[in-house]
């Protein structure tokens, strides 16, 4: 492969429908962690919810566009509520333990054979996007070069609908964080019993926490599957939530273009990394390395940033030393 | 200032350091074994198809099932749980077969061609086929009871192996205060190190054993001298170490992962089968359970008898106060992760000798884990080891009312219903306010 | 004793004339602890009343209890003539009992200005879809700032107004974590030692800004070691000692009280408390 190639592909990488899914998901996360400190390793849950939801409303129950889109909401907003009404009263670890706990049991449930006539069981759903890609209004003979890669005017109808979303979730925590309200949720992240101790209801600013960066994380979802048309329960495994919360801290956990950042950052270093590793391999420069390993090294790294972030950069990229702090 | 400044840069560089180390000894040994492999190593593949084998939610296992495109082919075999996996190097459409001859005779396909599905893999990297079993052919009905002695035996089997590994991940969490997401691994090693030694250079069974629990223990030694004890000196908050050991389970699974491939390791072979009463059981099963207990026994009389034990035990009820005792508290840390490890692997080494492993084995039983420390009350061995067996027997009994591909769910629910009713879980005790 | 406070004289669990705050048979225990165990007692309204008592008396453990923060094993109170036993710590504080913490609780990450705004109670801008609407609230915040930066100047922490309140030194803390519970204008303001920490030399304008709250008609019930301090701005003192009332009464009195001095000093000691504790302190400068 050629440099342009490569760089094309990363370029693809920073806004493809699927870097936008998880800088929405980041931006969530962001909600929820940076921003009131609650410790939300479920987030695939959320992610995924949105995903069924929309597929299976339109595929099942026939509705349109805006009414999937509103069932996807509401689903994962309720899973926010049976999730965060018994939980959000536990101490911050606890939180961490049964989100992800959830988010495991959910992903074994759809993928159950009990739960197949519904979400199609371990081979999920799939061409739910029609209505969709039928809203395009760009001529349908349009493309989109970007160094090699090519876009199709479907493809390129899906990215700027990603971002518009992701312009109005950014524009949306902005107005949210520079509000009293917002005020609180970041007093609850520092100290949840000195607020309680101020008369204000903590555990429902945690649960709207919850449920609004919930219902941002199942946007991010739908988005997910749109670009595919497939929407499967290994998609949603708790990889997914380890790399939003990579992203997240990447681009620093309590800042507003953080997630934004992040996600664009680890995509195209992944692509790119991962066509370095691939050409080194291809050169019989890796002897150690099988071609199809190459994938696999991505997740390691994923590990390892998340690791030296927590470490050396707990804020970081756009985040001020002194504004990221985890209540522990 | 500025001095200060260089130490704990300095101090940054040592850690980073350690981490460099770390991952160029795990990779750097890898070579030899990937050459080990087959230059065509199915595990090191990047799709995957997968599946499980039920007839009316009974599982069957050890059929086998075949891959295959052009003139390539892969092979498997279902698991207990009749569950499957295949990796496979390339995408496309995949013809998937199972072989009848192998499928046992209680169980029967729904229809007579099929044994053969298809796998598409043009749009993702993981496609799972379904095949579908039913006959008219009665199933020999057992009682109620019948089933609940088995499923107890088997439930208590399942708690007791997760009992020493839950005890590992309580007495880290109760010195430390560290809710380790890497504790998982810990197991996985074990497994993979007894399929090393036993299954692949053909050591003694008991040499294999002892070697896997004791890279364990040099993996708990080595990853809190390399990386937790750095960060506790830096006073890392305990959700930031958190997060990290998140991180280095990852790391560390995908490093087995890249060691050891993907497939799961069948270390079966040398069991005979033992009848008692309604219960089907091996040898093998009956001697893990022994082992199990002796090294639960060994570690209450470790914790209550001995001079360490009981400083172990100082140190997690108030660490600055057995400091002021005279306790050297990073000693008894560094013991206890080495007694941690060393229980955790010998869990790995148990489960996979009974149900097979492959590289995400510990990452699967790790929320199994924390269910039970957090039933157990976190932080308490005993309460630990009783979390564990409620919940090794939850998830086995509840196969009899629902279908055995949920019976973690039943285990995560209840791990959530605890947590509900009795935060601080069945032994703990409160936190105080203010 | 005859005195302004109480109905009769006074002794443990005396009634009192106008009471605020009215606990009945409060029992909490740890295990086989019992850290509190307080048959009855009044807090008298207007007043400013001093809880002191040995370490381990029960003090913060009755603070806890009283405003929902932990759960009794028994007992009732009322506040306002209202139940309160069994509300949640938020509803405590809206009725307009707000307490602080004896290990302080500043809000780090939060500058010390918005550590002051988030004290203010029935903020518009605190719910969800008004925060949206900037012009809802926006007059309120206005409001809310100009009174929180009086306070600060009060507290001498106008120069820290843009700082993070984590930078703040412990006794600064203590002073953010006092103007913030203020900014709540509770009713009855519960301060758990208020005082441990700060400067002499703030001590004396704090004490008198205590003072003020009740010209101002606030009720203040505070925990302190400090006897000088106790002697010098309470109403009225009520002695904890192994969870029990031990006796309460005005301070000139309490403090010659046998039944104090044993609590505090072991049998042998029959001296004056406040004037240990001064001589202590001009000992100790
Ligand atoms: N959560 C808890 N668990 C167990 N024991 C507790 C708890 N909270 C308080 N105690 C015990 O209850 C007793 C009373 O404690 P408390 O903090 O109320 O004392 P205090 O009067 O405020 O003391 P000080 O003047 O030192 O602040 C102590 O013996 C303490 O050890
Ligand atoms: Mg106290």
Redesign the pocket.
């Known amino acids: 492969m050629d440099l342009i190639g490569i760089f094309s592909l990363a370029g693809n990488a920073l806004i493809s429908p699927m870097t936008v899914g998880y800088i929405l998901c980041g931006i969530g996360l962001a909600l929820h962690f940076g921003y009131t400190g609650l410790l939300n390793f479920g987030q695939a849950a959320f992610a995924a919810l949105g995903g069924y939801g929309f597929a299976i409303a339109t595929l099942d129950f026939h509705w349109n566009i805006w009414g999937s889109i509103l069932f996807g909401l509401i689903c994962s907003m309720g899973f926010a509520a049976i999730l965060g009404i018994p939980t959000l009263r536990l101490r911050a670890d606890y939180l961490a333990i049964v989100t992800i706990a959830a988010a495991q049991a959910l992903r074994f449930y759809v993928g159950s054979s009990t739960a197949e006539p519904i979400t199609g069981g371990s081979a999920g759903v799939s061409q739910f996007g029609e209505e969709f890609y039928n809203l395009n209004p760009l001529p349908a003979d349009l493309t989109f070069n970007l160094g090699t890669v090519t876009l199709t005017s479907s493809e390129v109808w899906m990215r700027i609908v990603a971002w518009v979303v992701v312009g109005i979730a950014v524009f949306f925590l902005y107005a949210l964080t520079r509000s009293p309200w917002g005020r609180v949720l970041k007093g609850i992240r520092e100290d949840e019993d000195a607020v309680r101790a101020l008369g204000k209801n903590v555990f429902s600013y945690k649960l709207q926490a919850l449920v609004i960066g919930g219902s941002i994380a199942s946007l991010g979802g739908m988005i997910f599957v749109m670009s595919s048309q497939t929407n499967q329960p290994s998609n949603w495994g708790t990889n997914f939530t380890f790399i939003t919360w990579t992203i997240l801290l990447l681009g620093g956990a309590a800042t507003l273009l953080g997630p934004v950042l992040g996600g664009m950052i680890f995509f195209a270093l992944m692509t790119l990394i991962e066509s370095a590793l691939g050409i080194l391999v291809d050169a019989g420069l890796l002897p150690f390395l099988q071609v199809e390993q190459v994938a696999q090294i991505r997740f390691l790294l994923v590990g390892l940033i998340l690791m030296l972030l927590v470490i050396f950069r707990p804020q970081g990229f756009l985040g001020n030393k002194k504004e990221i702090q985890f209540n522990g | 200032m500025s001095q200060l400044a260089a130490k704990s840069r300095t101090r940054a560089g040592a850690l980073l350091g350690a981490i460099a180390i770390l991952f160029s000894i795990l990779l750097g040994a890898s070579p030899a074994m990937a050459q080990a492999h087959t230059a065509d190593d199915p595990s090191t593949y990047a799709f995957t198809i997968a599946g499980t084998l039920q007839e009316k939610d009974v599982p069957i296992p050890g059929v086998t099932i075949t891959a295959s495109q052009d003139a390539k082919s892969f092979q498997t075999k279902s698991d207990e749980f009749g569950e499957w996996t295949i990796m496979v190097p390339t995408d496309g459409h995949w013809k998937v077969t199972l072989d009848t001859t192998t499928i046992p005779k209680e169980f029967h396909l729904a229809t007579k061609d099929g044994a053969i599905g298809e796998a598409d893999l043009t749009q993702t990297d993981f496609a799972a086929v379904l095949f579908k079993f039913g006959s008219a052919a009665p199933v020999q009905a057992q009682s109620i009871w019948e089933q609940l002695v088995i499923r107890v035996f088997a439930g208590f089997n399942f708690g007791l192996m997760l009992a020493i590994a839950a005890i590992g991940i309580t007495l880290i969490y109760g010195t430390t205060g560290l809710n380790n997401f890497a504790h998982g691994e810990m197991v996985t090693l074990g497994a993979m190190i007894m399929w090393l030694g036993y299954s692949f250079l053909h050591l003694n069974i008991v040499v294999a054993g002892l070697l896997a629990v004791l890279a364990a223990m040099a993996f708990g030694w080595f990853q809190d001298a390399a990386i937790w004890r750095p960060l506790r000196k830096r006073r890392l908050g305990l959700n930031q170490m958190m997060i990290v050991s998140i991180g280095f389970g990852i790391v560390s699974r995908y490093v087995l992962l890249l060691f050891f491939g993907g497939d799961t390791k069948d270390m079966s072979g040398g069991q005979t089968i033992i009848t008692l009463g309604p219960i089907f059981t091996s040898n093998t099963t009956l001697i893990s359970m022994a082992i199990s207990v002796v090294a639960l026994i060994g570690v209450a009389l470790f914790l209550t008898r001995t001079r360490i034990g009981k400083a172990t035990r100082a140190v997690s009820d108030n660490a600055s106060l057995a400091a002021s005792t005279g306790i050297d508290v990073e000693k008894i840390i560094r013991i206890v992760w080495l007694v941690a490890a060393a229980l955790t692997g010998l869990a790995g080494v148990l489960y996979g000798l009974q149900f097979q492993a492959n590289w995400s084995v510990g990452f699967d039983l790790l929320l199994l884990l924390f269910a039970a420390v957090t039933l157990g009350g976190l932080g308490t061995a005993l309460g630990a080891a009783v979390g564990a067996l409620i919940i090794g027997m939850v998830v086995e009994v509840s196969t009899i009312w629902m279908p055995s591909e949920l019976k973690y769910v039943s285990a995560l629910l209840i791990l959530i219903v605890i947590l509900v009713v009795r935060p601080q879980g069945v032994l703990g005790?409160?936190?105080?306010i203010g | 004793m005859a005195n302004e406070i109480s109905i009769g004289a006074a002794a443990p669990g005396c009634k009192k004339v106008d009471p605020i705050l009215i606990a009945d048979k409060v029992v909490r225990q740890?295990?086989g602890?019992t850290?509190?165990s307080v048959d009855h007692v009044e807090i008298p309204r207007g007043k400013i009343t001093a809880l002191i008592?040995?370490?381990?008396?029960?003090?913060?453990?009755?603070f806890n209890l009283l405003t929902g923060f932990d759960k009794p094993n028994s007992g009732t109170w009322t506040f306002d003539g209202k139940n309160l036993a069994g509300v949640a710590p938020y509803k405590v504080a809206r009725r307009g009992m707000i307490r602080t913490f004896?290990l302080t609780k500043a809000l780090s990450l939060l500058t010390v200005i918005d550590n002051m705004r988030l004290g203010a109670q029935n903020q518009v801008g605190e719910g969800f879809f008004a925060s949206f609407v900037r012009p809802l609230w926006k007059a309120q915040e206005n409001q809310i700032t100009a009174s929180a930066d009086t306070l600060l100047t009060r507290f001498k922490l106008d120069a820290k107004r843009e700082d993070y309140a984590g930078s703040l030194s412990g006794g600064q803390r203590k002073l953010l974590e006092m103007a913030r519970a203020l900014m709540g204008k509770p009713k009855l303001v519960m301060l758990d030692?208020p005082m441990a920490g700060v400067n002499p030399a703030l001590t004396q304008s704090l004490l008198e800004h205590i003072k003020d709250l009740k010209s101002n008609g606030t009720t203040v019930l505070f925990?302190e070691?400090d006897m000088h301090m106790v002697r010098h701005i309470s109403d009225w003192v009520i002695v904890?000692a192994e969870?029990k009332v031990v006796a309460e009464g005005p301070p000139a009195d309490v403090m010659k009280d046998q039944a104090v001095i044993d609590a505090y000093l072991g049998a042998h000691a029959d001296t004056d408390l406040g004037t240990v504790e001064i001589k202590s302190i001009k000992a100790g400068i």
């Open positions: 005790k409160k936190q105080r | 740890f295990g602890l850290a509190v008592g040995p370490n381990g008396a029960g003090k913060t453990t009755f004896q030692e925990v070691h904890m969870g």
